[in-house]
């Protein structure tokens, strides 16, 4: 299982890394958030894949699963999707501003005005 979940964190780290370097600016924010997903997969990866009770003390410790990186990742969840709503308004706004949303554009403008 854990061969299969590298396997799909490297995909979405290359799809995202190739988003992040193209010339368009929504094609970077999406880039963003399918490297926040892959960082979240990374982390589940990490901790050990492993099925068993709920995190509960008791019995049996060592059948049980860890808690502390699904919170983690439950945490660093909400904090990408509020980064990237952040991210899709400033794009929306210098759209709207500079009326293009290509890179090599919004890079010429600043000697222009």
């Given at each position: 299982?854990?061969?299969?979940?590298?396997?799909?964190?490297?995909?979405?780290?290359?799809?995202?890394t190739?988003?992040?370097?193209?010339?368009?600016?929504?094609?970077?924010v999406?880039?963003?958030?399918?490297l926040?997903?892959g960082?979240?997969?990374?982390?589940?990866?990490?901790?050990?894949?492993?099925?068993g009770?709920a995190?509960?003390?008791?019995e049996?410790?060592?059948?049980?699963v860890?808690?502390l990186?699904?919170?983690l990742?439950l945490?660093?969840?909400?904090?990408?999707?509020?980064?990237?709503a952040?991210?899709?308004?400033?794009a929306?706004?210098?759209?709207?501003?500079?009326?293009?949303d290509?890179?090599?554009?919004?890079?010429?403008r600043?000697?222009?005005?």
């Amino acid at each position: 299982m854990e061969l299969l979940m590298s396997a799909a964190i490297g995909i979405l780290f290359m799809v995202g890394t190739y988003l992040i370097l193209s010339k368009s600016l929504l094609r970077i924010v999406l880039g963003t958030s399918l490297l926040s997903h892959g960082v979240h997969l990374l982390l589940l990866t990490m901790s050990r894949l492993k099925t068993g009770a709920a995190p509960l003390l008791g019995e049996e410790a060592g059948s049980y699963v860890d808690p502390l990186p699904q919170a983690l990742i439950l945490t660093s969840i909400v904090i990408s999707f509020g980064v990237t709503a952040f991210f899709f308004v400033l794009a929306y706004r210098a759209y709207q501003q500079l009326g293009t949303d290509d890179m090599e554009e919004l890079r010429g403008r600043d000697g222009d005005e």
